[in-house]
């Protein structure tokens, strides 16, 4: 073909192949900066909600029911995640 007997047309192919892979990974890098904005965000917002959540109930006695439920959802977490240890064996 003429590509093979041509090293000059060989060697742009190959940079113009390269430039697009290049052009590719940097929409890549460029969507998953953007995506990572917006997840650091939302970690922010929900560490300052759990802050204030936390304040609300830090000088609770056992009778509140939040301190009272704690042990419920303690046990349900961890036997949800055997059930997931189970499954994925």
Do not use: I
């Amino acid at each position: 073909t003429a590509v093979a007997g041509d090293p000059r047309l060989l060697r742009t192919l190959r940079v113009s192949a390269l430039s697009d892979r290049v052009t590719c990974l940097q929409w890549q890098r460029d969507s998953a900066a953007t995506e990572l904005r917006v997840k650091d965000a939302e970690l922010s917002e929900v560490q300052r909600r759990w802050k204030l959540e936390d304040q609300q109930h830090s000088r609770c006695t056992w009778n509140c029911s939040v301190k009272r439920a704690a042990p419920f959802y303690e046990k349900r977490r961890l036997h949800e995640s055997t059930v997931e240890a189970q499954l994925a064996a």
